[in-house]
């Protein structure tokens, strides 16, 4: 009977350190916490101490300070980084954190939960609750109110004045920019562009130079029937308002009968421009004589031709109005 008593507390001793074993190969992270003391003043700043062991390895992935945070009714004012103080034999961490509380009592502050990862398994583990005692100040019927205490004021001093006068010195600066862009604006408008040259004062001037030059004397034949006939077709266009420059003979021809050009003109000019027609195209040599005479039909024809300024109406007074009939 002894000897079954006995077998029976062995295997009763031996099952419970089994069921040890399994519990510490299913934890093998712990998390302790610690309070830097058991009571506080409300309102009052309090540190909290967090040490993981772990086996070497594992790799801490969040430690969840919000859910106890709000199960234990105190708001987090700062977590510090999370340490490693040995590696070997077994990994040791530890991390601050300060917190505070505005609610006076016995506050039961719940495990903080671990999330953790070792050989590609994520698990939990959570440390052990905390009990915190929260005091108030005593208030009573005899409890002086103290006054309102007046507002603390700081003297002014260059950086309160700095933000305002880098904001008076960019709107001096904005002005300023407008100010010139404004008025070299105003200069630029007051300027008009000068008047066109008129046409026949062009053509004169260009057939002057023509004359002093004199190419058709030095065997430039070709280059003078060309200038006299560009100078011609020039005139044409910017006196008539004509394509003449880009027209040939027999449509400049035509161009004449349009704006009414008198006979003698219109044959000088139909003369001018089949001569240097011949000269470009056919190779044509004409007599020394015909150049000249063509240059002095073509300055005839622009003195002639050229436009007379318009006459101005005459300013009508109130008397004249009132005799008018």
């Known amino acids: 009977m002894k000897n079954r008593v006995i077998i029976l507390v062995l295997a009763f001793t031996g099952s419970l350190l089994g069921w040890g074993v399994a519990v510490a190969q299913q934890a093998p992270v712990s998390v302790r916490v610690s309070l830097d003391t058991a009571t506080i003043m409300i309102g009052d700043q309090l540190g909290l101490n967090v040490q993981i062991a772990a086996p070497t390895g594992t790799r801490i992935q969040q430690i969840q300070f919000g859910e106890w945070e709000k199960a234990g009714k105190v708001e987090i004012v700062d977590i510090g980084p999370l340490t490693t103080v040995a590696e070997t034999p077994e990994l040791l961490q530890q991390q601050r954190v300060l917190f505070t509380t505005f609610d006076s009592g016995y506050h039961r502050l719940p495990s903080l939960a671990v999330i953790y990862e070792l050989n590609g398994v994520t698990d939990t583990a959570r440390s052990g609750n905390l009990g915190l005692r929260v005091f108030t100040l005593p208030v009573t019927e005899d409890t002086p109110i103290l006054a309102n205490k007046d507002i603390v004021t700081e003297p002014i001093n260059f950086r309160d004045l700095l933000p305002y006068g880098v904001g008076i010195l960019a709107a001096l600066l904005l002005g300023l920019g407008w100010w010139k862009w404004s008025g070299r604006t105003a200069k630029k408008a007051a300027v008009l562009p000068p008047p066109p040259v008129p046409a026949h004062v062009l053509a004169l001037e260009k057939l002057a130079v023509l004359e002093q030059v004199a190419s058709w004397q030095h065997g430039e034949t070709k280059a003078f029937q060309s200038e006299l006939t560009y100078i011609l077709r020039e005139y044409l266009e910017n006196r008539y308002q004509v394509p003449a420059l880009e ?79």
């Open 247 to 325: 027209a040939t003979t027999p449509e400049i021809l035509v161009q004449l009968r349009t704006i009414a050009v008198e006979s003698d003109y219109a044959t000088a000019i139909k003369d001018i421009l089949e001569t240097a027609d011949l000269v470009k195209f056919a190779k044509a040599v004409p007599p020394l004589e015909v150049h000249p005479r063509a240059l002095v039909a073509v300055r005839d024809f622009v003195t002639a031709t050229q436009a007379q300024p318009e006459e101005e109406a005459p300013a009508i007074s109130a008397n004249d109005k009132e005799t008018t009939p």
